[in-house]
């Protein structure tokens, strides 16, 4: 594998999707073909729609990043944190589903507060988080809005920010920030009645989600009333709402990494086949392997690079259903 780095992506991000590539390659040695691709780390999307569709319109150039719009032809791709994430000490996608979950089963469904939950950072140049602190009334709008202090909870040890430890209200509220947000997965995995506020942006796993079935839309027009309804009716109809958060979770049981690192091997064996050239290393880049990824990384980081390294798959990736044309 060779990468030319171009600029420096927030935190840790370059480094674990690296990572994840290599990983990839020795989950399947041998399989993952030979392409030449651009990844943008960063979290809005870039190639408009607009400017390449209608006659004499340029083809759209592939560029990889983590989330995607309708309106965008950006190509989703996991997203860094299914390897770990230690600015937030959150833990690689299996543990950390593992933990979420047995944390789901300490508070029964009945026992659960019957009020909508959130916990995040508002301040990402995001209008719809700074309009969600308006709805902080489990009274009038049956919500409480926790804002949520990195800096402070990495000086506390991240004791308060436990994932596991967030299931325990009927209902979560999912909030886009500056772009999609990698909480998604992590308020679905509790079991909770997850409310999407109409989400604008898709990652690699958002076919998945239908409404009603596996989490409740809510309104971004009157939100916090649609927050308030969504609470009413699920309050009203226990059963119905349990069984909308029990098939959240089992979506995000199902997306386990078996199941990341067969989507990754089939998209790029697909793109590979779009290919009209030889790929091959520009002179610029630079060979990497597992080993110059663990010697770049501090030790925080290493340790979660180390807990999330793949093994070889004992059989092949699942099949791809045919296209519908």
């Known amino acids: 594998m060779h990468v030319d780095l171009y600029y420096a992506c927030v935190q840790s991000r370059a480094l674990f999707t690296v990572w994840s590539l290599l990983q990839l390659m020795r989950r399947y040695p041998g399989r993952v073909p030979d392409v030449d691709l651009m990844f943008d780390c960063m979290d809005r999307p870039a190639i408009n729609r607009t400017e390449h569709t209608g006659e004499g319109a340029p083809p759209p150039p592939p560029l990889f990043r983590y989330c995607t719009t309708r309106d965008h032809l950006d190509i989703p791709f996991p997203d860094w944190s299914f390897w770990g994430w230690p600015e937030t000490h959150i833990e690689p996608w299996t543990r950390e589903f593992r933990s979420i979950k047995q944390g789901s089963r300490r508070v029964r469904w009945p026992d659960r507060v019957p009020t909508a939950y959130w916990k995040g950072n508002p301040d990402v140049a995001s209008p719809l988080r700074l309009a969600l ?4 009334d489990t009274n009038l709008w049956r919500a409480e809005i926790m804002r949520q202090n990195w800096e402070e909870e990495a000086k506390s040890g991240y004791q308060n920010s436990k994932l596991s430890s967030q299931c325990t209200h009927r209902y979560k509220i999912y909030a886009e920030g500056f772009a999609w947000s990698v909480s998604l997965k ?140």
């Open 133 to 136: 602190l308006a709805c902080n």
């Open 186 to 325: 992590y308020i679905l995995s509790c079991g909770s009645m997850a409310l999407l506020i109409d989400p604008l942006y898709q990652d690699f796993f958002s076919r998945g989600l239908e409404p009603r079935v596996n989490h409740w839309p809510v309104s971004t027009v009157g939100m916090c009333e649609s927050i308030r309804d969504a609470v009413e009716w699920g309050n009203a109809h226990p059963e119905d709402a349990e069984r909308v958060g029990k098939r959240g979770q089992r979506l995000m049981q199902e997306l386990g990494m078996d199941t990341v690192y067969d989507y990754m091997l089939h998209l790029l064996t697909e793109y590979a086949a779009l290919l009209d050239f030889r790929p091959g290393p520009p002179h610029s880049s630079q060979e990497v392997c597992a080993g110059s990824v663990l010697c770049l990384a501090d030790d925080r980081q290493r340790r979660f690079l180390e807990a999330s390294a793949a093994y070889p798959a004992t059989a092949g990736p699942c099949s791809m259903p045919p296209s519908d044309g």
